[in-house]
């Protein structure tokens, strides 16, 4: 009977925090795209990689108690860009009247948002975050990174990058032609890149660690 009565409770509290779900995918044809540029407070993950493609695959899933009220925003704007080519804008945002919860902890129990984009090599990626992480691997024309509490960890990547953050760490495994430079002003740095090489990685933070190293 004890044994009963634990696996009711443990059912019980199971179905009282597991939160509803809902998956929101979208695609377009890269060919006219130089640039894929994120801006998003309500992410809390963003994981990027890149392949031999032709299309930008987008997949966001939600999780949470308000998980019906979030909204994916996309559109194309001319980018500043010799061949013409338009840089591709993604936000996030919530249904009309929709209270956001004000304290940081209650907002990410109540919804939890992770997005996952893949695109053709060789694209630049703009991301700006007060609260994501940003997972990324492979060859890019440059990745610029803004973020706040949220880390960047970069593996087997190759391309221009620029990233900065207040709290978070930089970890970057690099193509070995990358060169790089660290600065943070409270947290350990370490950079096992040369100071010059065919592509430039920037990494600047205020309370992260920063580690540059050689992809093996």
Do not use: M, W
């Given at each position: 009977m004890e044994y009963r009565n634990v696996a009711i409770l443990f059912a019980l509290f199971m179905s009282a925090t597991c939160f509803p779900q809902k998956q929101l995918e979208r695609s377009w044809d890269a060919a006219a795209i130089h640039t894929v540029a994120i801006e998003s407070d309500d992410l809390y993950t963003i994981k990027i990689s890149s392949e031999e493609r032709t299309n930008i695959q987008l997949s966001v899933s939600?999780?949470?108690?308000?998980?019906?009220?979030?909204?994916?925003?996309?559109?194309?704007?001319?980018?500043?860009?010799?061949?013409?080519?338009?840089?591709?804008?993604?936000?996030?945002?919530?249904?009309?009247?929709?209270q956001r919860a004000d304290d940081k902890l209650a907002a990410h129990k109540v919804l939890a948002v992770e997005m996952v984009l893949v695109v053709p090599e060789g694209i630049s990626v703009q991301i700006e975050s007060k609260s994501a992480s940003v997972h990324a691997s492979g060859k890019y024309?440059?990745?610029?990174?803004?973020?706040?509490?949220?880390?960047?960890?970069?593996?087997?990547?190759?391309?221009?990058?620029?990233?900065?953050?207040?709290?978070?760490?930089?970890?970057?495994?690099?193509?070995?032609?990358?060169a790089g430079s660290v600065s943070s002003i409270y947290g350990k740095v370490k950079n096992h890149l040369p100071d010059s090489g065919r592509y430039t990685i920037s990494a600047e933070s205020v309370w992260g660690n920063i580690s540059l190293t050689q992809t093996e």
């Open positions: 939600v999780e949470g108690e308000t998980y019906q009220h979030l909204l994916l925003k996309t559109s194309e704007v001319p980018d500043r860009v010799p061949n013409g080519k338009r840089l591709l804008q993604i936000e996030t945002g919530f249904t009309p009247f929709f024309g440059a990745i610029t990174a803004r973020l706040e509490t949220g880390r960047c960890v970069f593996s087997k990547f190759s391309g221009n990058a620029s990233l900065q953050t207040k709290q978070g760490d930089i970890e970057i495994a690099a193509h070995s032609a990358t």
